[in-house]
């Protein structure tokens, strides 16, 4: 059974950095794609960054400031948040891809940013 944890989230004042991390277990599967999502308050999900293969892509809002790396050891993908801002406050959640019929999503991990 495929498992996806998110974790990394906390609280921290603007201007201030997190860590998020993705690790999923269960399959010996290839990850074709993986992305995060952020759910703020009083909005919808959006998408925020992702790598498909070994291209990240990043929000116009992320871009500048995110950044994805992989730890291939531990099928655990990271995204390194910097200079946060009141706004990227949400719910994170990972996507991991493995193909069609094959998407799991992490549970979510808070991050709220203080100004």
């Known amino acids: 059974q495929v498992r996806v944890v998110d974790a990394g989230g906390g609280e921290v004042q603007a201007g201030g950095s997190l860590r998020l991390s993705c690790a999923a277990s269960?399959?010996?599967?290839?990850?074709?794609?993986m992305a995060w999502f952020r759910q703020s308050p009083g909005k919808e999900r959006e998408w925020v960054a992702g790598?498909?293969?070994?291209?990240?892509n990043f929000a116009e809002s992320a871009e500048g400031r995110f950044s994805i790396t992989r730890d291939n050891t531990k099928n655990t993908f990271y995204l390194q948040m910097n200079s946060l801002k009141p706004e990227d406050t949400g719910l994170y959640h990972c996507?991991?891809?493995?193909?069609?019929?094959?998407?799991?999503w992490g549970q979510g991990t808070q991050v709220a940013v203080s100004s």
């Open positions: 996507r991991v891809d493995y193909g069609p019929g094959y998407v799991y």
């Open positions: 269960g399959t010996t599967f290839v990850t074709r794609a």
């Open positions: 790598v498909s293969g070994r291209v990240p």
